[in-house]
């Protein structure tokens, strides 16, 4: 089954940071638009950020959501196969689970539809609160 795996979350005060991971030894990701989502509870599942893949063939290009736009950075290493989030200044509504999907449409960004997206990891929690 492809299946990526997010990792990094944990428990942070407003303000602060952390970083991120979705990673698989499956398969290349490079290839791939990787796609963030996060779902706080009683919330519906929604897009974060997203960077395009290599299959397209033109460069990388990332995305970001209005309410992370200057707080989050979407990057990859191809070398680790893995794409990363950093995310920085954080505040108590980015409190959710984060999930990290591969786009399955195409290897653009332009869209944040769930059904776009497959390959789903298990979603790393992320808590920001005082």
């Known amino acids: 089954q492809l299946q990526v795996v997010e990792s990094g979350g944990g428990l942070v005060q407003p303000g602060g940071s952390l970083r991120l991971s979705c990673a698989t030894a499956r398969f290349p990701l490079d290839h791939y638009a990787i796609g963030w989502f996060r779902q706080a509870p009683g919330k519906e599942r929604e897009g974060v950020s997203c960077?395009?893949?290599?299959?397209?063939?033109?460069?990388?290009?990332?995305n970001y959501t209005d309410s992370v736009k200057g707080r989050f950075t979407i990057s990859r290493d191809n070398a680790k196969n893995t794409i990363y989030l950093e995310m920085n200044d954080l505040k108590p509504e980015d409190t959710g689970v984060y999930y990290c999907?591969?786009?399955?449409?195409?290897?653009?960004?332009?869209?944040?539809?769930?059904?776009?997206?497959?390959?789903w990891g298990q979603g790393t929690q992320v808590t920001v609160s005082s």
């Open positions: 999907a591969i786009r399955v449409a195409d290897y653009s960004c332009s869209t944040y539809t769930l059904a776009d997206f497959g390959a």
């Open positions: 960077i395009s893949g290599s299959g397209g063939g033109a460069d990388y290009t990332a």
